[in-house]
């Protein structure tokens, strides 16, 4: 077990995210640790094309957001029980009404990270402590080419990794976009939203990005199709070597049509 010093490098780069003052740009580029081979053409897009905004939110403006929702969640259970299953120890609502302040913030969100409108729904997703987020790609069928999420209450680490283009075809435009029956489970609703190709960490490239808590993380394109990316679990919740403590969190999820 490695002991988290006070001191450490990822600690310190926490700790600045945390902080309002500094600049987002040269923080940026410290969250995202690239591994094994990658192709220089696909880093080049990939940069483009998963970016993380740190401070996207106030502690303030978290607290509202945490306010209007706990009343809605609180009431629902987290779901252990199907270990096939893309997220695993989570409850979940979709939200369409907001309180006017948290609804300029989602306002924020679209200005930024998307071109046009977003879903009405926005998803909420509560992963208990002990929950995790496995490798997936979000269905084409569902969701467009942009997903964002601001992330509350807890920093963590979200792993993208290729997966394979020939055995898995997604295709940049949602309409007629060929879904690979054979990984799909099914009728059970989150096969239908989530599908689960094999993507090895074993001659392949991947990326780990830290994502701290009130950052907003905008995947698309490249990113969103052609890699599965998932929140890793407690026990394995490090960045290059440092570990990243992760409690409960709760993310908020916006979503383009395809
Ligand atoms: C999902 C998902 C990521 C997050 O719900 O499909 O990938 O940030 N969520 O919670
Ligand atoms: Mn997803």
Redesign the pocket.
Known sequence: MIILSKCSPIRQILRRCHRQAVENSSKQANLTAYLGKWPEKEQQEFRQHMRIITDFISETEEQQLHEEIEPYISRLRYEFDHWDDA?HGFRETERKKWFPQNREILERVRQVAFDGAIMPYV?I?D?APDGV?KP?V?STRYCGNTIS?I?LLSDSVMRLVRTDAQRYQQKSSGTAAAEPESESKGSEPDAAY?HQPKASLENNFYADLLLPRRSLYIMSHTARYNFT?E?LAKEQSEFQGTPVPKTRRI?I?CRNEP
Do not use: A, V
């Open positions: 997220i998803h997703l992963l987020i997936h979000d999420g992330s989530r990316h929140i993310s999820i």
